[in-house]
């Protein structure tokens, strides 16, 4: 690689599924989830600083609400590499103006990589040879590159990759053409999807020259990207919500996949705590837990004071943080957001979100 990757975190969501403990202040990249005391966007930052190379290539993307926050939790980030957006609007506007600001200071030749602020990395060092292999695609070809996960199970929740041909060799790891993209199909389809040993998971990863995405935009998004040129964050209030996949990559034919083999979450939900952390054999736990007779649960609480107690339960999550402790079955969790907007709902508890 000629050149350092210009790394950049997104870091606007809210991760409400991690409620209570992630909330409008404090959302899920702020956490420490593994009980390391390091918050998954420090851990984030701290594993893409050497493809960057130094702080001043490494940019973060946020919202209005949480950028002090993000300056916080990361104090040596330039503040001009740091982007407020004024409202959210989902991944394609972050992507689009991100690689604008980027172009002005870098040109259009600058390799970038986006990367959500909350996943989780097994192994750091085929991560980083896998971003380098991708920068030299991008660096060469007109690629827009993105990292597929090997799915472990049909997964319903996650967008597929469908490989296509096999384009090249990268450091002995191979990239392949992208035939297509799918987003969240139903279990019987995930099924047939991995019986064909072709598919991916999305991984929210991509790599690729300014010029060569600010060009794809301009061809497939005008609605995102000309707004935008002309106005930059003051755009923000005409721009529709859209992801970059809709908008991008489901459009584009520069896009290629590299399998990805170096262990991945993207910790969408508590039930994740399984795959971080390693439990006593019956239950999984952060923070003091007594119980009888009791298996398969997840526990949490973010004071070392206060202990939970059970008896008998199986495959629940109980979670206690400040005033709030949350208990929902596993096979619930994803219904945290309908009980949040039931308290957004009433005024009296507006202070728990």
């Not at 629940?316 to 929902?328: A, E, G, S």
């Amino acid at each position: 690689m000629t050149q350092p990757l210009i790394p950049v975190i997104l870091a606007g969501g809210k991760g409400e599924r991690f409620w209570p403990l992630s909330r409008r202040q404090r959302p899920k990249q702020f956490l420490s989830l593994d009980g390391s005391g390091e918050s998954l966007l420090q851990a984030t930052a701290k594993r893409l600083l050497p493809l960057g190379q130094t702080w001043d290539n490494l940019w973060v993307i946020t919202a209005a609400p949480i950028a002090e926050g993000v300056r916080e939790q990361l104090e040596k980030l330039p503040s001009g590499n740091l982007l407020v957006e004024p409202q959210g609007k989902d991944t394609a506007p972050a992507v689009a103006w991100t690689t604008l600001e980027i172009s002005k200071r870098y040109g259009k030749e600058a390799v970038i990589g986006f990367f959500p602020a909350d996943h989780w990395i097994k192994n750091t060092n085929e991560f980083e040879a896998t971003l380098k292999a991708a920068s030299q695609l991008a660096a060469t070809e007109k690629a827009i590159v993105t990292l597929g996960i090997k799915p472990s199970y049909p997964s319903t929740g996650y967008g597929y990759i469908e490989q296509g041909k096999l384009t090249h060799t990268i450091e002995n790891l191979p990239v392949y053409k992208v035939s297509r993209f799918t987003e969240k199909p139903n279990l019987e389809t995930a099924q047939s999807f991995i019986e064909t040993g072709r598919f991916s998971w999305t991984s929210g990863m991509f790599i690729f020259r300014a010029g060569v995405v600010l060009e794809e935009l301009e061809k497939y998004a005008p609605q995102v990207i000309k707004p935008l040129q002309e106005k930059g964050e003051a755009a923000y209030g005409e721009l529709e919500k859209n992801s970059i996949d809709y908008a991008l990559m489901e459009k584009t034919q520069l896009t290629y996949v590299l399998p990805a083999n170096f262990g991945w979450d993207d910790l969408g939900d508590w039930n994740s705590l399984e795959r971080l952390i390693e439990g006593d054999g019956d239950n999984t736990e952060l923070g003091n837990h007594v119980t009888l007779d009791s298996k398969g649960n997840i526990i949490y609480s973010s004071n070392n004071d206060d202990v939970i107690a059970t008896i008998g339960l199986e495959d629940v999550v109980i979670v206690r943080d400040k005033n709030v402790t949350l208990v929902v079955p596993k096979n619930r969790t994803q219904d945290i957001k309908k009980l949040l907007k039931e308290i957004q709902s009433k005024e009296q508890l507006e202070n728990l979100l």
